[in-house]
């Protein structure tokens, strides 16, 4: 009962240093123990966080493991330091939805759906560091907008059908465009690794 209390406690204070989060193989290899004994640790951790008494739950957010802030207690959070989601505008945040779900994408596709210019939104993504942008091989060169990994960090999404569900979104005007422009980037965005915020 000792070493497995141990173990857990090991598995949590890797989780708490990991920063950037953690991958439970990493915890794995550095505990020396099988993946599926540190999933049921992780499982048991994920279990007692939910509970009322923490201010804080255990999420993995695109495989990795850390301890994010419960909704309850943001109020009091916020006031420490500010997330970009604090402050973000409605037109950001729906340039941003359009962008997690059709990216990689162009500026002109984005406006194609939004139906008005999104020039400023994309820049105050980009300087917020939810949206990065780069060159794609489409005549003009235009730059492809996607997503960083601080999106998923900030908003806690693990998979994107979580924020597809309730967003209307025109399929046919863009579809064949961005069809394009994702197999063109796809193969240039695999070799370039993202860099984490």
């Avoid at 193989?25 to 640790?41: D, T």
């Avoid at 990994?149 to 579809?175: A, C, H, K, M, W």
């Amino acid at each position: 009962m000792a070493t497995e209390l141990t173990k857990k406690a090991a598995v949590e204070a890797l989780i708490f240093a990991a920063k950037q989060g953690i991958e439970p193989k990493r915890i794995a290899k550095i505990l020396g123990m099988k993946l599926n004994q540190v999933m049921i640790l992780i499982e048991e951790l994920q279990e007692e966080y939910n509970s009322p008494n923490h201010g804080v739950n255990l999420k993995a957010v695109k495989g990795k493991l850390r301890f994010y802030t419960k909704k309850e207690v943001q109020k009091y959070v916020s006031q420490l330091s500010k997330r970009p989601i604090v402050s973000i505008t409605d037109s950001q945040m729906e340039v941003l939805a359009i962008v997690a779900i059709r990216g990689p994408i162009t500026r002109a596709n984005v406006e194609l759906i939004r139906g008005r210019s999104s020039q400023s939104q994309l820049l105050e993504l980009s300087r917020m560091k939810l949206v990065r942008k780069s060159k794609s091989k489409l005549p003009g060169r235009p730059y492809l907008y996607k997503v960083t990994n601080r999106f998923y960090d900030t908003f806690q999404i693990n998979d994107l059908s979580e924020i597809v569900q309730g967003l209307e979104l025109p399929s046919e005007e863009v579809e064949e465009t961005e069809g394009k422009a994702s197999e063109i980037s796809s193969e240039k965005h695999e070799s370039i690794p993202e860099k984490s915020s």
